[in-house]
């Protein structure tokens, strides 16, 4: 009903947003929610989507920054004492100061970048990892070192330290919200 809807769509198996061509100065908005904390280049996804911008066009933005799940960070570390092993398990995030700084040399004017912490209550490790999984914020790196059945155990071992009374522990999320303007 909507004409020129498909050309808004992503395309089949997700964006890219670090290697695709959004054309020059063809969108007066590009929306990027949840998708650029897992680009390998986020620099140049940011001068991508500026360059697609019309002039006086807007980008919004939100991703999972630098900062996020300290209650899994740490029981992943003690598993890779655990083995004697540095592995990474998490990808890169950037914290907010970054992310203005990269929004500047991407080309962006009045850029703006905010930070928001959301708390969540898990009733074990087992749903935090559920969530994540839900949610498509698992580890995205290409490659990946599986956890073993030691390291899930002293993974679980860690995670009953930091467990409440109740059973509960919490876990935080730095959400990013980034906005600029095509000069």
């Given at each position: 009903?909507?004409?020129?809807?498909?050309?808004?769509?992503?395309p089949p198996g997700g964006l890219q947003?670090?290697?695709?061509?959004?054309?020059?100065?063809?969108?007066?908005?590009?929306?990027?929610?949840?998708?650029?904390?897992?680009?390998?280049?986020?620099?140049?996804?940011?001068?991508?989507?500026?360059?697609?911008?019309?002039?006086?066009?807007?980008?919004?933005?939100?991703?999972?920054?630098?900062?996020?799940?300290?209650?899994?960070?740490?029981?992943?570390?003690?598993?890779?004492?655990?083995?004697?092993?540095?592995?990474?398990?998490?990808?890169?995030?950037?914290?907010?100061?970054?992310?203005?700084?990269?929004?500047?040399?991407?080309?962006?004017?009045?850029?703006?970048?905010?930070?928001?912490?959301?708390?969540?209550?898990?009733?074990?490790?087992?749903?935090?990892?559920?969530?994540?999984?839900?949610?498509?914020?698992?580890?995205?790196?290409?490659?990946?070192?599986?956890?073993?059945?030691?390291?899930?155990?002293?993974?679980?071992?860690?995670?009953?330290?930091?467990?409440?009374?109740?059973?509960?522990?919490?876990?935080?999320?730095?959400?990013?919200?980034?906005?600029?303007?095509?000069?």
């Amino acid at each position: 009903r909507y004409p020129g809807l498909n050309r808004w769509c992503s395309p089949p198996g997700g964006l890219q947003e670090d290697r695709t061509n959004f054309g020059v100065a063809c969108y007066d908005l590009v929306i990027a929610c949840g998708t650029l904390d897992s680009v390998n280049d986020l620099p140049g996804a940011l001068i991508l989507m500026r360059r697609a911008l019309r002039p006086g066009g807007l980008f919004l933005a939100s991703m999972v920054g630098a900062g996020s799940l300290p209650a899994l960070r740490l029981p992943m570390s003690a598993a890779d004492r655990h083995e004697a092993a540095a592995v990474a398990r998490f990808h890169p995030l950037v914290d907010v100061r970054a992310t203005g700084d990269l929004l500047g040399r991407a080309g962006f004017t009045l850029h703006v970048a905010d930070t928001d912490t959301v708390t969540a209550t898990y009733r074990g490790f087992d749903r935090l990892i559920d969530d994540l999984r839900a949610a498509a914020i698992t580890n995205m790196l290409t490659t990946r070192r599986p956890v073993t059945r030691t390291s899930y155990t002293a993974i679980k071992d860690a995670f009953a330290a930091i467990v409440e009374r109740d059973g509960r522990f919490t876990e935080s999320f730095a959400l990013l919200f980034l906005t600029g303007w095509a000069p």
